[in-house]
């Protein structure tokens, strides 16, 4: 992760880097391995975001940002999306690097993630892991009710 958000990793490598990722998590998720998805969808929304970044270089756009914002900024977008929480993943990555001029665009990037996320599908990760086990509520405006 660090040599992504580093920008020192070129865009075949990141391309590699992604597909690996996502093969091996879903392996071992799939498989029923014990491990998480959290830090594998840090690294694939960081991914994500430095392969824009190197992107939008090449295209000519000056941005005044290192790839590596743009990495942080793909961090917190997949996350948000991913767990249906984008001011907690929007603080978590700023908190991690401390870098005020990517609020907006990771303001942005969360609410767009989790946005789009919530129109794909109603649930979060954890949420559709928990409905597949038998668990599952509803949001009202009383607050979340157990669904039978």
Known sequence: MNLVLDGRLGVQLLAVLLVAKIAATACSVGS???GGVFTPVL???GVLGALWGHELQVAGFATGQEVGGYALVGMAAMTAATTHAPLTAA???FELSGDYP????????????TAVSRWLGRDSI????LRRRGVAWELTLDGRRVED
């Open 32 to 34: 029923g391995v014990p």
């Open 91 to 93: 603080v978590m990555v």
């Open 126 to 129: 954890y949420a559709a892991e």
């Open 43 to 45: 690294l694939v929304g």
């Open 102 to 113: 990517i609020v907006v665009p990771l303001l942005l990037a969360t609410v767009l993630g």
